[in-house]
Nanobody
Framework: QVQLVESGGGLVQPGGSLRLSCAAS????????VGWFRQAPGKEREGVTC????????YYRDSVKGRFTISRDNAKNTVYLEIDSLEPEDTGVYYC??????????????????????WGNGTLVTVSA
């Protein structure tokens, strides 16, 4: 079955850290640019970061630079998102998506409005004391 599955979400206190996973099955994630997106309650989904397929360059939305780190483990067919110094504003559903055509900057800024090859179903992150 071809799918992306996110995991690792949960309830975290402000200042804490989380590592989210985006695992692919049925296809090889190494050949795709992979992005992480989040949707806060009552807001539209937005791209936050991406890792390219070829040279694994990364791109981050300015608002998350320094706190979010994207990485990939091709042997595990998985992309990770580590979030440090969590803030209540980070609360939301986090999705990953993969595409073979988009560059990372495009994926982060307008990827939500474009047809992408694969989307996961999301994992909920709640930051609260």
């Amino acid at each position: 079955q071809v799918q992306l599955v996110e995991s690792g979400g949960g309830l975290v206190q402000p200042g804490g850290s989380l590592r989210l996973s985006c695992a692919a099955s049925g296809f090889t994630l190494e050949y795709y640019a992979v992005g992480w997106f989040r949707q806060a309650p009552g807001k539209e989904r937005e791209g936050v970061t991406c890792t390219s397929d070829s040279d694994e360059t990364t791109y981050y939305r300015d608002s998350v630079k320094g706190r979010f780190t994207i990485s990939r483990d091709n042997a595990k067919n998985t992309v990770y998102l580590e979030i440090d110094s969590l803030e209540p504003e980070d609360t939301g559903v986090y999705y990953c998506a993969a595409d073979t055509s988009l560059d990372c900057k495009t994926m982060v800024w307008i990827g939500v409005s474009l047809p992408m090859d694969h989307w996961g179903n999301g994992t909920l992150v709640t930051v609260s004391a």
